[in-house]
């Protein structure tokens, strides 16, 4: 990979922490509703595994899928509308903050339950291999659904179906508050993927170089038919697990250890050790990119909220079936 798309990455990864930080700002001030999982600290994931995707390939996130489908290519501005619930929004006020979806961009949606977002991929990468094309299809998941179902009956078929997907475990070492360790028999469950047969790898899920090339290599082996892959990324979220979680649960100095690891940090004195970029350069696109977020906030904030008979619209893809679909008539 060429050093030039490291500034790429420093403003995908600035974007996703000036709207996670945007976000939580304007909820803790009461103006939107539902609910928020953050994952601040994770940036480098996303944005690295979602750069070695193309526009027509697709994913799957989690209940903690901001930044994954900034990432894969949803606008900040519909995502925000999103959150507020206005029309404007990548889903029309119907997803909030755990679903936002863009199939225009390949995002199968993030998704508010555990491990739900495996199958989902699994079957875009299934329509892949029958459609015969070189798409391929990533999922997102995170270590409460290591010991789900679904991502083990996904990662069965498909190794039993050689299909063109991409497995991303967002190790941030907890599930909500559960340490790995008392919810996991096998810790290293990377030695689960090397049982269904398929390459298991495990990333410093902080560096955002790594996990790029890491994830990039598994797409072309997925794109020439060689199969699905297992990367495990080691992170971890500077917040609780939720919204409500101060995340005080957690050994203080283990926070502490992991946020002087931050991707953000890391990558930023990464250009400037090479030479990309100045103090000033980098500064400019933090301001600029929470300048965007102030807009979209702006933005949201004016836009209508959906009216009630729109909450049975768009639902179809063909319009005139969905109506037909709503009132009973069979097709």
């Not at 996670?20 to 009461?30: C, I, L, N, P, S």
């Not at 995002?107 to 989902?120: D, K, Q, S, Y």
């Not at 998941?141 to 083990?152: E, K, V």
């Not at 049975?312 to 069979?330: H, I, M, S």
Request: proline fraction near 4%; charged fraction near 25%; include cysteine.
């Amino acid at each position: 990979m060429h050093q030039d798309r490291w500034i790429d990455f420093y403003r995908t990864m600035t974007r996703i922490r000036a709207f996670e930080r945007t976000a939580r700002e304007v909820y803790t001030a009461g103006k939107l509703p539902g609910f928020l999982h953050l994952s601040i600290g994770q940036e480098a994931i996303a944005t690295g595994a979602c750069a070695a995707l193309r526009s027509d390939d697709f994913m799957a996130s989690t209940h903690r899928g901001h930044g994954d489908t900034i990432a894969k290519g949803v606008s900040v501005e519909s995502a925000m509308a999103e959150l507020y619930g206005r029309v404007t929004g990548s889903c029309r006020a119907k997803g909030g903050s755990m679903h936002i979806a863009d199939f225009s961009q390949g995002i199968l949606g993030a998704n508010g339950i555990i491990a739900a977002g495996v199958p989902i991929a699994v079957g875009a990468a299934l329509s892949c291999k029958l459609r015969k094309t070189d798409q391929v299809a990533l999922a997102f998941f995170g270590d409460g659904a290591t010991g789900s179902g679904p991502l083990h009956e996904g990662m069965n078929m498909s190794m039993l179906w050689q299909l063109p997907m991409i497995f991303v475990r967002q190790n941030n070492r907890y599930a909500e508050s559960t340490p790995l360790v008392e919810h996991t028999g096998i810790v290293d469950v990377v030695q689960w993927a090397c049982g269904y047969g398929m390459p298991g790898i495990r990333v410093d899920g902080n560096d955002v170089v790594e996990v790029y090339n890491t994830v990039y290599t598994a797409v072309e082996r997925a794109r020439m038919g060689g199969g699905p892959t297992f990367i495990d990324c080691e992170t971890y979220r500077h917040y609780g697990h939720n919204i409500g979680d101060p995340g005080t649960g957690r050994p203080k100095d283990e926070v502490e250890a992991w946020k002087a690891r931050d991707p953000l940090e890391r990558h930023r004195e990464r250009i400037l050790a090479a030479g990309l970029a100045t103090e000033a350069d980098l500064d400019t696109i933090d301001a600029e990119e929470q300048a965007r977020m102030d807009a979209a906030v702006a933005a949201a904030e004016a836009a209508p909220k959906p009216e009630l008979h729109e909450a049975l619209e768009g639902l179809y893809v063909d319009e005139q079936l969905g109506k037909q679909a709503l009132q009973g008539v069979r097709p």
